[in-house]
C-alpha cells in the first residue's frame, strides 16, 4: 500500500474516531439534561404537594396531631386523592405502589367516622395473609389511641370458639383473613347480626383477594352481610390487574370511583436491580457467598418458591453459624411466625428468608437488599417483592438468581421494567470455593427437615388416636 493511501486511511480512522466521540459525547448531554429535567419536574410536584395538607383533606385536629408524632407531616398522592372521596362517603378502589401509604386512606377514614358514631361492629377489613392482619391491627391502635378503638383479628391458627366470643364482646373493628372470617360466619348463626350496622368492609391487596382461590369465600361473606346502602366498600391494590377491571364494571355507573396513583410512575430510583445465572445445583453456595461477602451486616429478606425451601435455607445458614436468621412461611406455627416477624423488624435479626407471605404489604423498615433465590412467577409477584427494599427513600438492592426454568419470566419482567435489571458480576472460581462445606451443610439440613417431618407425622397420629379413644 502506498503513503498516500496509508495517510489517508489514517485520516478517515481519526475521523470515525472523532465522531464516534463525538456522539456520545452528544448522547452522555442528552441523558443528562434528560435527567435535569426530571429532578426539576419531582421538585415541582414535590412542592405541590407539600402546599396540600390533612387539614385541607379534612382529617380532624386528633388525627393530625398523632400523624406528627410518627413524622407523617403530609399526604402522598393516593392519600390525596382518596380520602376526600371517602370521607364524601363514595366506594373507591385505590391503586399506587407498595409503600405509598394506602393503609391511611382508609384507617383515618374509619377512625374518623367511627369518632362521630361509636358503636360496633363498625368496620370489617379483609387481608390475604395473617401477617398483614397484625400489621394493619397496629395502624388501628396507633391512630385511634384517642378514642379507645377495640380490634379483633380474625384468623386461623386459633380456637373458633375463643373468635366467636371475641366477636360477640362487639369490638368496634374486625380485621381477618376471608378463611377465618367466612369460616365463622358460616358456622356461627349468632355472628351474623352483629356485621348487620356495618359502616364499612375494606378488601386490601385486592388484587390479590379477587383471585380464584379466595372467590368461594367472599362469596360466603358477601352473603351473610347485609345489603345498605349506608355501608362503604373499599378496595386498595398496588396494581390494576384484570380481576380489578371486571370488579369496575360489575358496579353500577358512578357507584365506585376509580382513584390510579400509578400513573406515570416511574421505576424507584433508589432500587439497584441485578440478575445473576446460577444453576440450580450451585444456588445455595452463591447465596452464602453474596451474603457474607457482599451484604455483610445488612439487613434484607430471601424470597423462596416454597416451605421446605424457605426451611431448608434458613436451617444451612444456622449450621454455618455465621448469620443472624429467621424465617417465615406458612407450614410454620402462628405464634412462631409473629416472634420471627417482630425479631426481624426490630432488628434483632438480620436475614429473613421468607415466601410470598410477607411480599405484600408488610412495613419492614431499613431492607437494604432483596434476593429472589426463586425468580418470581410474573412481574407483579416480582414487583411485590423488590418493594420491600428502597422505601422511604432509601437505597436498595435486588438481586435475582435465574436459572434455565426462569428465562420466560425473566424476559417478562425485564421488558416491563424497561432494562432496568443489569447483571451482578461475581469471580465463580472464588463463589465456589467453600462449595464442599457448604454442601455438607446442606446434607445435614436436608437430614434434619426429614426427622422433623416423621416426627410431626408421628405427632398428628398420636393427637388422632387420643381423640377417637376419649
Known sequence: MSKRLLLRYSKLNRLSQIKKYLKKLLLEKKKKRKKEEEEDEEDTNEKENNNITFENLG???????????VQINYPTKIQQLCLPLIIQGKNV????????????????????????????????????????????????????????????????????IEQRRNILSKPHIVIGTPGRVSDILNNCEDIKSCFKRLKFLVLDEADLLLQKCFESKLKIILDNLQKSNERRTLFFSSTITHSIQLLIK????????????????????????????????????????ILKNKLTD????????????CQLIYSVLNILG???VECIHSSKEQKKRISSLSKFKNGLCKIMVATDI???????????????????????????????TARANRKGLAISFIDKKDIKNFKDVKKIM????????????????DMFKIGKAIKKAEIMLEEQKDIRKENEQLKYFIYHNE
Request: net charge positive.
Open 59 to 69: 382529617i380532624e385536629d386528633w388525627l393530625i396531631k398523632i400523624s406528627k408524632s
Open 93 to 160: 378502589i385505590g391503586t399506587s405502589e407498595t409503600g405509598s401509604g394506602k393503609t391511611i386512606c382508609y384507617c383515618w377514614s374509619i377512625l374518623q367516622e367511627l369518632n362521630k358514631n361509636f358503636f360496633a361492629i363498625f368496620a370489617l377489613i379483609l387481608l390475604p395473609t395473617r401477617e398483614l392482619v397484625f400489621q394493619i391491627i397496629e395502624q388501628f391502635l396507633l391512630y385511634g389511641s384517642k378514642i379507645g378503638v377495640k380490634v379483633l383479628s380474625c384468623i386461623g391458627g386459633y380456637s373458633l
Open 250 to 289: 360489575s358496579f353500577p355507573n358512578d357507584n365506585l370511583m376509580l382513584v390510579n396513583a400509578n400513573k406515570n410512575q416511574k421505576p424507584v430510583k433508589n432500587l439497584d436491580q441485578r440478575y445473576i445465572y446460577v444453576d440450580d445445583i450451585a444456588q445455595i453456595t452463591y447465596l452464602v457467598y
Open 298 to 309: 445488612l439487613s434484607g429478606i430471601i424470597f423462596t418458591a416454597n416451605s421446605y425451601k
Open 322 to 324: 455465621n448469620f443472624s
Open 358 to 388: 410477607i411480599s405484600r404489604g408488610i412495613d419492614i423498615p431499613r431492607v437494604a437488599f432483596v434476593i429472589n433465590f426463586d425468580f418470581p412467577n410474573d412481574t407483579i409477584q416480582y414487583i411485590h417483592r423488590i418493594g420491600r
Open 418 to 433: 424497561k432494562d432496568k435489571l443489569k447483571p451482578y458480576i461475581l469471580d465463580k472460581n472464588e463463589v465456589l470455593k
